[in-house]
């Protein structure tokens, strides 16, 4: 059997009898940290039948408990764990950078799994840049504000999502301020 994709040690292994997914998966040492939540099966055709695909959710396996998902895996069988998606957050937060989706992700977890708002951000002035494909992207300018109390609140970021913190000015040259004592001299500076 083939584990490709997502996986701590992807490969090639031996087939055993009266093998499933989970013993599998076991042989492959689990999951990566970037994997997604599904599992894809592809089998050779067999006595004249077509190949055959079969996608299987993990959190419906394992969370949920459903045996059946759980499915028996035959010698041949190749298993595809794919990447989970990424949003990247950027601007007014404490850790910029590109972070998995796990299942489903609303714009303010995505901002949270980045640390935080920094204290010189511009809680009304979001920016949530989607990927359309071929090249294009659409701009939606959000509020935190929004995001807790209504509907917009169930948001969910989806896989090349860019969300950008603005910041606030008042807060940045705040900020930026710093004072400096030394040598009998007191003054005022500014870093921006």
């Known amino acids: 059997i083939t584990l490709m994709g997502a996986l701590k ?7 055993y009898a009266s093998m499933n997914l989970m013993d599998v998966l076991a042989m492959a040492e689990g999951l990566s940290d970037t994997a ?87 809680a009304d002035n979001v920016k949530l840049i989607r990927y359309l494909g071929e090249g294009k992207r659409e701009v939606a300018k959000l509020s935190l504000a929004e995001l807790r109390t209504d509907e917009t609140g169930k948001l969910k970021v989806r896989d090349r999502d860019v969300i950008f913190v603005e910041s606030s000015a008042i807060g940045t040259f705040v900020q930026g301020l710093r004072l400096t004592l030394g040598s009998g001299l007191f003054g005022v500076g500014y870093t921006p």
């Open 9 to 15: 040690k992807p490969g090639t292994y031996d087939f």
């Open 36 to 122: 997604g939540r599904t599992v894809q099966i592809r089998r050779k055709p067999e006595n004249g039948k077509d190949a055959s695909s079969l996608v299987i959710d993990l959190d419906q396996m394992v969370k949920a408990g459903r045996e059946n998902l759980n499915v028996g895996i035959k010698g041949g069988d190749v298993i595809y764990v794919p990447e989970a998606g990424s949003v990247y957050v950027d601007g007014a937060v404490r850790k910029a950078g590109s972070y998995p989706i796990r299942k489903e992700m609303s714009v303010r977890e995505a901002i949270v799994a980045a640390g935080g708002l920094q204290s010189f951000a511009d």
